[in-house]
């Protein structure tokens, strides 16, 4: 019997431990939020311990995206066969671990191997978070909950930000990336207690305890019979992961389509600012503690945009608020681009660049931030869900890690503005890809999605 046996529950409260088990879940993307954010700050210190030069800097931050990388290929495997939660746990223990191997780092080297145990924490979590919330969320709240998880991420940059500005005073850069354990446990100890995901249970054949689960989800009886039902239609399919994938052409059109928007979420260049903005502001004319609490305003402007996406994501669809995004961000960074080009010679010009800064971020933050693992969970069949997502995640960190790896050599070989400018590009092309390959999924079932999918409809309307 699960230990979330059903009860009397109304369909409210089946809501509310909805909302309670997706956001604990979602307690992943605080995780991986703080692991991007607290790098920025702790980077210069971190050169100045170590002499390390700029090269060494693109290491240490990009290792933890190759971590991820591999994390991301091994989450597909755990997810399936231990299960969502246990992934989850296997990703809270090792948070632990790597926040606390970096704060005993003792050379470049030891910080680096420390940051790709990090990184293999992210990449279980940013692939099996998503993957739970999706199947435990109810289809019209699909996308704010899983919205939610991108939440999360942006409030663990912020505190990353102020965290590392208040400690920069003293220069305690071992601190910055050591508190990190702390959530790290709290964490471990949520996900302890969050129940199975009940589609990965109808996959193990443990139809009771499916249903139990459910039924304390939901709260109605025939909700559950109906979703019970819909799940074990899908389930008949014979093929699963790399199998469907070699026979089925639909389904690698929904793979295909889950690695082009995680490229494109990396090309907007979001990473690039989260990664390096005390570097930006100092292009910009800001020098000392001002970089720092301009990185913390970026964090800010980042939750609160995210805040308003999760309002609307449900009510304004995926595809209108992708484009206004794109749009957004193409302006943002193409202006500040120009201004780093032009020089920014006098404060109000300065100012104006961390404006066009935070339009680049308001843009992503209400679309390509929580949209992208929103639709990349959606437009997975359920017998290929594990596999296509692993491949969409690990093209993340893939792309993550080049971004990483080379945003400090293209300043170098181009200059702050071309550099800015060709994010810019990146986000005008994004809004024809957006137009042309990507569907409407608001309030549509996981089931009928697939049933679109599958029966050969184009991309664009899977979700009609």
Known sequence: MSAFAPTSASAGTGADHSFFTGGMAALAGLMFGLDIGVISGALQFIGTAFHASDTAKEWIVSSMMFGAALGALAAGVLSYRLGRKVSLILGAILFVAGSLFCAFSWSISSLIVARIVLGLAIGIATFTAPLYISEIAPPEKRGSMISTYQLMITIGILAAF??????????????????????????????????????????????????????????????????????????????????????????????????????????????????????????????????????????????????????????????????????????????????????????GMQLFAVAMLLVFIIGFATSAGPLIWVLCSEVQPTKGRDFGIAASTLTNWVANFIVGLTFLSMLHSFGDGVTFGIYAAFNFAFLFFTFFMVPETKGISLEKIEANLMEGKPLRNIGV
């Open 162 to 347: 102020i965290s590392d500005t208040l400690l920069a005073y003293t220069g305690a850069w071992r601190w910055m990336l050591g508190i990190v354990a702390v959530p790290g446990v709290l964490f471990l100890l949520g996900v302890l207690r969050l129940p199975n995901s009940p589609r990965w249970l109808m996959m193990r054949g443990r139809k009771r305890e499916a249903q139990d689960v459910l039924h304390t989800l939901r709260g109605n009886d025939r909700v559950v019979e109906a979703e019970v039902r819909d799940i074990e239609e899908q389930l008949r399919r014979p093929q699963v992961g790399l199998q469907l994938f070699r026979g089925n052409p639909n389904f690698r059109r929904s793979v295909f389509l889950g690695i082009a928007l995680q490229v494109i979420q990396q090309l907007t260049g979001i990473n690039v600012v989260m990664y390096y903005a005390p570097r930006i502001f100092e292009a910009a004319g800001f020098h000392g503690h001002a970089q720092l609490w301009g990185t913390a305003i970026v964090g800010l402007v980042n939750v609160l945009a995210t805040l308003l996406a999760i309002g609307v994501v449900d009510r304004l669809g995926r595809r209108p608020v992708l484009l206004a995004g794109f749009a957004t961000m193409t302006v943002g960074m193409g202006v500040l681009g120009f201004l780093l080009h032009i020089g920014t010679h006098t404060l």
